[in-house]
């Protein structure tokens, strides 16, 4: 069934293995073989998988109902939402009950009226008291995806805008015996509810009073649908509130509500006690708010950058950033800031000297950056020639296409090649194509695609045999895309054979139960030790790859490049940026939620997964059925909101 899965159902066997596992006579083997047939995302199993709706452990029906949101897709949702709903009438088991009430949710819907008649029947779900919280909790996620469906927009209302309201608040006295599950509860009762476009300015500051500093937060989050002052008012108060993801979230709506009178409070958050926040408020001052005073400001923390604690790895933060937003203000202010950033040791201080050369229009040092020992400082600086010299410096992207090895950078210089006049480019982003070809990683996909899409604007049908050279290519994205070129030029379709990507190493069934039981140490080299574990059952292909690469040391220095407040930290990269990581790709293994604190495997796409690891920084429920989370930090939640861009990992653990 692991294998079945993993292909795709283009084994051997097929999906042969899921179908058999259906009729197992154990219960886990059941849940295992149609949690498989969902993950294939094919509409035409829902009527393999509607049956086990009916099974006699409510694990497989709860299971199954997942498995029919997951693969039913448009065509095949009228189908698993009849079969739902005759169920969910008949249901006794909570837990089941509440899968079913998501995967209703999930369901793409036709119209306003379709809409309505599942928002009724959720809403009935958790009309009394009495409700278990795993009803409550199923429901409310089904409410979330019901209402982001393009069709619900301010269609829930009545019963369903009610049902929200009445859980964005809910007593934690009668909730039952879990806090976090109550908390859990009103948190995605409140996104919903903003979602719906039926919160009154009353509901946003009723959920501002809650204690759950994450509930508070989505109150903030739902300011923009407001009108007037109200708006304004609330968000300035959000940014005294006691935890700095609220005043964060303050500060992010203050930019989209355009309200110029809290210019002061941003200046004050400037010095706000913590980074994130901070950082933010210097990224608002470099929009304009502030004035005279706020170039003085930035001026005066970017020139810190010379002190020696900006030396440190925790020291270059603010100045950097500073420096950036001061480009953005008074270029010619900023521009003696740039030897600083450019002669430290940190990559990610280089990038910033490059995003002020680009604002400051300074030529000499952009040319000197595109030759930086780091691929994603040459990056910025060909993306900052690009914007500032145009085509005079092709030459520049066309060496990167020589020379990088890095799938950021050749994206970046064939983004810059577009509209080049110089007739050597085609061929300059063929052989750089071969090049990259060659080297057989899957990961190396964007970079491939990208150069393709370049040769497809510059190139014409001499070159048309060359590329399709690539129509047979281990990678069948790849391949797909070279046909379309080739068919465009010469009128004809090349043949080219179906392939599969290749299939992953499996872990044994003893290695999946030792892993499901093992603990995680993720050890910072400030000294922050983050304990976690593993979902070994639910995602067992990437939970072993983790510890695999983890007990050989792969991510031992290696950093978290991408740190985005309120949303999630993301890292394991060996060259810093999204494109770089280990290997093949792995399949995606689609079922646990993102709640704060899970580790997901990051990707671009379907089944991409290269080793890098995000983890969730709040309950980002919208990433469900999207993302594999194959694990969770189980202790010492809250220093993930200290770590900044950059931190780096001494080692990970899995004893």
């Known amino acids: 069934m692991l294998e079945a899965e993993d292909t795709r159902g283009a084994g051997p066997a097929g999906i042969t293995p899921l179908l058999d596992g259906l009729t197992h006579d154990e219960p886990v083997i059941r849940r295992i073989a149609v949690r498989g047939l969902g993950r294939l995302e094919r509409d035409s199993l829902v009527e393999r998988i509607a049956p086990l709706l009916a099974d006699g452990s409510p694990a497989v029906r709860a299971e199954a109902a997942n498995a029919l949101a997951q693969a039913a897709g448009v065509r095949g949702a009228p189908a698993a939402r009849a079969a739902l709903r005759a169920r969910i009438a008949r249901e006794s088991d909570p837990v089941a009950i509440g899968a079913m009430a998501e995967s209703l949710g999930r369901l793409p819907h036709d119209d306003s009226t379709d809409v309505q008649r599942t928002a009724v029947l959720l809403a009935g779900l958790v009309d009394r ?362 009128g004809e379709r090349p043949d080219r054979p179906r392939r599969a990507l290749r299939p992953a190493l499996l872990p044994a069934l003893a290695e999946i139960e030792r892993l499901d039981h093992a603990r995680v140490t993720i050890e910072m080299e400030d000294g922050t030790r983050l304990r976690a574990r593993l979902f070994a059952l639910e995602a067992p292909t990437n939970s072993w790859r983790f510890a695999r690469l983890a007990r050989d040391g792969y991510y031992d220095g290696l950093t978290f490049h991408r740190v985005v407040p309120n949303f999630v930290i993301q890292g394991g990269s060996p060259r810093e940026n999204e494109f770089s990581g280990d290997g093949p790709f792995s399949r995606d293994e689609l079922g646990r939620p993102n709640w704060r604190g899970t580790i997901g495997l990051s990707t671009r796409g379907r089944d991409t997964g290269d080793a890098q690891i995000y983890i969730n920084l709040i309950d980002n429920i919208r990433l469900d059925h999207q993302y594999t989370v194959f694990g969770e930090v189980t202790s010492d939640l809250g220093a993930l909101g200290g770590i900044l861009e950059g931190a780096v990992i001494r080692r990970i653990t899995v004893d």
Do not use: K
């Not at 809290?262 to 706000?272: K, R």
């Not at 608002?284 to 020696?308: H, K, M, N, Q, Y």
């Not at 950097?320 to 521009?335: N, T």
């Not at 020992?373 to 040459?378: E, H, I, L, Q, T």
């Open 129 to 490: 008291p009495s409700t278990p919280d795993a009803v409550r909790l199923g429901t409310v996620r089904g409410f979330y995806f019901l209402v982001r469906q393009p069709v619900s927009r301010a269609v829930v209302v009545g019963s369903g805008a009610s049902a929200l309201r009445g859980l964005s608040t809910l007593d934690t006295t009668t909730a039952g015996p879990d806090p976090l599950i109550a908390s859990r509860i009103r948190r995605v009762a409140a996104a919903a509810l903003v979602a719906t476009g039926n919160a009154t300015r009353r509901d946003l500051a009723t959920i501002f009073r809650d204690p759950d500093p994450f509930v508070r937060r989505e109150a903030v989050a739902g300011l923009p649908g407001l009108a007037g002052d109200s708006a304004v008012d609330l968000a300035l108060a959000a940014l005294t509130d006691s935890s700095p993801l609220v005043r964060y979230e303050a500060l992010r709506i203050n930019a989209r509500l355009g309200a110029g009178r809290s210019c002061t409070a941003v200046m004050a958050a400037v010095s706000d006690a913590d980074a994130h926040v901070a950082l933010l408020a210097i990224e608002r001052l470099g929009t304009g708010c502030g004035g005279e005073g706020a170039v003085a400001l930035l001026d005066s923390i970017a020139l810190t950058l010379t002190a020696p604690e900006a030396a440190r790895s925790a020291g270059w933060h603010r100045p950097a950033a500073a420096a950036v937003a001061l480009a953005r203000l008074d270029p010619a202010r900023a521009e003696p800031l740039i030897a600083a950033l450019e002669r430290s040791g940190s990559p990610f201080v280089r990038m910033r000297a490059a995003r002020v050369a680009t604002f400051t229009s300074s030529n000499r040092v952009l040319h000197r950056l595109a030759s930086d020992a780091d691929a994603n400082v040459r990056s910025e600086a060909v993306r900052g020639l690009a914007r500032v010299e145009g085509h005079i410096a092709d030459s520049v992207y066309i060496a990167q296409l020589r020379e990088a090895d890095d799938s950021q950078l050749l994206q970046a210089a064939a983004t810059a090649l577009a509209g080049s006049t110089d007739t050597s480019v085609a061929g300059e982003l063929l052989d750089a194509l071969d090049r990259t070809t060659a080297r057989g990683r899957e990961t190396e996909r964007d970079a491939r695609i990208a150069l393709i899409d370049r040769i497809a604007e510059l190139g014409d049908s001499s070159d048309a045999d060359r590329l399709a050279q690539r129509v047979d290519d281990f990678d069948p994205r790849v391949a797909e895309r070279a046909a379309d070129v080739v068919e465009r030029w010469t």
